[in-house]
């Protein structure tokens, strides 16, 4: 396939002077020269190692420019080892963020690079990023796969909404159980590439999740990696709670309109190929203080109970209200009462109810009435124990599909 005509001129015209590569690699953190001066020279070792003398062309934001590079211009054409910037760009009325950025020109330049393997690290430390190159793109270009992303190693309060929401969700909708499915370090196969330039997909707004949910849904080979801790996220600018929470359902809402003809057919949940060894997780057992928490959702339930009751069916705010009228030493939001909350937002957000980003706003709330559950339940618990409480929680989301796919065939039956 072409490379999309999205991407620039130049860009188009550097991608033909180098011609072709086995293995190209986005560093959307390396945002000045001083980081990218450190990762080339952390990641020559491991490419080396990885492909012994075969080409690599290293993606960067172009405001980071090398010490490396001369001039602008790419490395010789017999040189091994090319520098290429990239401009981010604003897509419709929103700003991308640096790792959909990356991304987006990976996808590009690894289609007209021909590469063996694509591989976005987004991680903030140099030795992450060199580490993490050697991990992920292993498995695509000597075993086969085309998609592999980390396994992290999770600490209790890390990551909640991914162990609350993203996880699980996905893992009962898409059958994979891809602990970490919307990680921004992955690699991929030419194959699935070229899967992800379709123009059935979300043109000009590639996201890692969507990759994901992408190469599950085409049955291709996927695998995870353990790493160590999960890096930060990169913003671009401060965003709160709400703002976080409803772009990540927003994502996952959408890409699920998107596949409903695939995971409709799908039942249960399958584990994925996973390689490496569990990176060790300190014993956390510090208190939390869910006081604010449960005042949120408490304040939430008397002052959005009217767009509440747009998207949730009446026996789930019923008992939200009862929820809301524990003290704290009982608070406690079942596993069942928080799987209706989110697929009857998934539902309100499919019909649009009222607009959607006010919707998904609203459910912040709720999803803090998870999080005081969450913690007053393993705040004191082994890492073990905890592993058992998540699995506990997909059980749920699983054994509650069919009320999905009923509310979603039938959306006029409104509460079977």
């Not at 520098?83 to 590009?108: H, I, K, M, N, T």
């Not at 085409?218 to 995870?224: D, E, F, R, T, V």
């Not at 649009?352 to 009435?369: D, F, G, K, N, Q």
């Not at 929680?393 to 069919?402: N, Q, Y």
Request: charged letters at 20%; glycine letters at 4%; a negative charge.
């Amino acid at each position: 396939m072409a490379v999309s005509d999205t991407i620039a001129p130049e860009t188009k015209e550097r991608a033909a002077r180098i011609g072709e590569a086995d293995l190209v690699v986005a560093l959307p953190s390396c945002h000045s020269r001083e980081l990218l001066d450190a990762a080339v020279a952390a990641l020559r070792p491991v490419v080396q190692d990885l492909l012994a003398e075969r080409k690599v062309v290293i993606l960067h934001p172009d405001a980071a420019k090398s010490s490396t590079e001369e001039s602008n211009e790419p490395a010789a054409p017999d040189a091994l080892f090319h520098l290429f910037p990239y401009a981010p760009s604003p897509v419709g009325r929103y700003q991308e963020q640096p790792a959909d950025q990356g991304l987006r020109s990976l996808l590009q330049v690894g289609s007209a690079l021909g590469a063996r393997a694509s591989v976005m690290m987004n991680s903030e430390t140099i030795s992450s990023i060199a580490e993490g190159l050697r991990a992920l793109a292993e498995p695509v270009l000597n075993q086969g796969f085309d998609l592999a992303v980390p396994l992290y190693a999770r600490r209790k309060f890390d990551s909640l909404i991914n162990i609350g929401i993203v996880y699980p969700l996905t893992r009962a909708v898409y059958g994979a159980r891809l602990l970490y499915p919307m990680a921004t370090d992955l690699a991929l196969s030419a194959k699935l590439v070229e899967l992800c330039l379709q123009p059935s997909g979300p043109a000009g707004q590639p996201q890692p999740g969507w990759i994901t949910t992408n190469a599950v849904c085409a049955g291709m080979q996927i695998c995870q990696v353990h790493r160590g801790v999960p890096p930060p996220p990169i913003v671009s600018e401060p965003t709160d709670l709400s703002a976080s929470l409803a772009q990540v359902l927003s994502a996952l809402f959408l890409d699920m309109e998107r596949n409903a003809s695939v995971w409709q057919k799908v039942r249960g949940s399958q584990p994925v190929r996973t390689f490496g060894q569990p990176a060790p997780v300190v014993d956390e057992s510090a208190s939390v203080d869910v006081h604010d928490m449960i005042e949120i959702f408490q304040r939430g339930c008397r002052d959005l109970l009217d767009i509440w009751a747009m998207a949730l069916s009446p026996a789930t705010l019923l008992d939200l209200k009862k929820l809301a009228r524990s003290p704290v030493e009982q608070f406690h939001q079942s596993d069942a009462l928080w799987v209706h909350v989110l697929y009857d937002f998934l539902l309100g957000h499919r019909q649009r109810v009222i607009s959607r980003e006010h919707l998904l706003r609203a459910m912040t709330p709720i999803y803090l009435a998870w999080v005081a559950t969450y913690a007053l339940e393993v705040q004191n618990s082994s890492p073990d124990m905890v592993e058992n409480r998540i699995e506990r929680l997909c059980g749920a989301f699983e054994d509650l599909k069919p009320y999905l796919l009923s509310r979603w065939r039938w959306p006029d039956r409104f509460n079977p």
